[in-house]
């Protein structure tokens, strides 16, 4: 029997039946059918499901679900599900994606370190004032989170001539980029960095990590780049931070809500730059072929992937 997997998500007709393509046109061992478009009952048996922003209870009505591919990197909204309902629970590992972001953390601290906010301010004052260049390696730029993106991102600021330092979790050597962990690495970074670029996963222990005793303690006039999630920020405490002088400027591509609304603060801050969650989309086809190679796999070898592990909750 040739075997369906659900596809489920919330993301549009026009983009789920995208994905669909896509995926099929990568697949040998089954055909990906959309879950809303099927009768449940079709799934009953099924032990794999393809997700991009599902409905958990969607996952719910699937008793036999050994495992599940998103086809996005960030997982959070999925842990709790995966863990009561014990699948295991597989993210979008795609190099290809991992250079795009890195794409983004190179752009925005050049974007910081070449003062384009100020300028821009100038222009909206008809000011000509020229502002001290200083050299990439004057530059310190942290970067929280040394996974797949954030030590694609280390690397390229690296290669661009900037000073870089990571901090992540458990102690790592990344291919000669320092790297720090725990509370007093945190620290220590917010202290020397004249950029932080965020690329953390969201978890219980770095909810609000960004918070106002660690902006009071960093080096005077520091920015920060978000690419990771929204809530990593304490909002309140970065607006007064910015409006202390103790950050200098906020380049924000992830919210606590999005789209960011009408009414927030950040939209007219001088000191922030509003971007709509685009540093590194899915790629369709690259993360086609590596969900479509996982999905083979298990149908010929029977071999789940390497999964989050659902108590660090990435
Ligand atoms: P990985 O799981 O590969 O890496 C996570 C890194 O964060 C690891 O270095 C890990 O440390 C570190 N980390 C986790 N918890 C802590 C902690 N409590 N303290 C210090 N360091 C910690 O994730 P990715 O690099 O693939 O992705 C990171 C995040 O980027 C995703 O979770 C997602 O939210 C976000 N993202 C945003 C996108 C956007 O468009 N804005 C697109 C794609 C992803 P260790 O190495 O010790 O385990």
Redesign the pocket.
Same mark, same amino acid.
């Given at each position: 029997m040739h075997v369906k997997i659900p596809f489920i998500s919330r993301i549009g007709a026009e983009e789920e039946e995208a994905w669909i393509e896509a995926l099929n046109k990568e697949l040998s061992s089954c055909t990906v059918v959309s879950y809303s478009k099927s009768r449940s009952e079709e799934f009953s048996l099924s032990e794999v499901a393809l997700v991009a922003n599902p409905n958990p209870q969607d996952l719910r009505a699937l008793p036999k679900l050994r495992w599940v591919q998103s086809l996005?990197?960030? $997982?959070?909204a999925l842990i709790e599900t995966a863990r009561s309902q014990d699948f295991a629970l597989v993210?979008m590992?795609d190099p290809q994606? @991992?250079q795009t972001?890195s794409e983004a953390a190179l752009t925005w601290t050049l974007y910081l370190h070449r003062s384009i906010p100020k300028y821009r301010q100038q222009q909206n004052k008809k000011l000509w004032i020229k502002r001290k260049l200083k050299q990439p390696s004057e530059c310190t730029v942290g970067v929280?989170?040394?996974? @797949?993106?954030?030590?694609a991102a280390a690397e390229r600021l690296r290669a661009n001539g900037f000073k870089v330092v990571g901090?992540?979790?458990?102690e /790592?050597e990344s291919n000669g980029i320092r790297c720090v962990?725990g509370d007093s690495g945190?620290l220590e970074v917010f202290s020397m960095a004249n950029i932080v670029v965020i690329?953390?996963?969201?978890?219980q222990?770095?909810l609000r990590?960004i918070n106002k005793p660690l902006l009071t303690k960093a080096n005077p006039g520091i920015s920060i780049i978000n690419? @990771? /999630?929204g809530q990593v920020i304490d909002e309140e405490a970065l607006l007064a931070a910015l409006d202390d002088g103790l950050v200098d400027h906020a380049v924000l591509? $992830?919210f606590d809500n999005e789209p960011l609304e009408q009414s927030h603060p950040y939209w007219k801050h001088p000191g922030v730059t509003v971007l709509p969650? $685009?540093? @590194?989309?899915?790629n369709k086809s690259t993360a086609a072929k590596i969900a479509a190679l996982n999905i083979d796999r298990y149908f010929s070898e029977g071999a789940v992937p390497t999964e989050v592990d659902s108590q660090?909750g990435?």
């Open positions: 996005w990197s960030g $997982v959070e993210r590992k994606l @991992a972001m929280l989170g040394m996974g @797949a993106l954030g030590h901090w992540s979790r458990t /790592r962990c945190l690329l953390l996963p969201l978890t222990h770095t990590i690419l @990771a /999630r591509d $992830v969650h $685009v540093s @590194a989309p899915t660090l990435y």
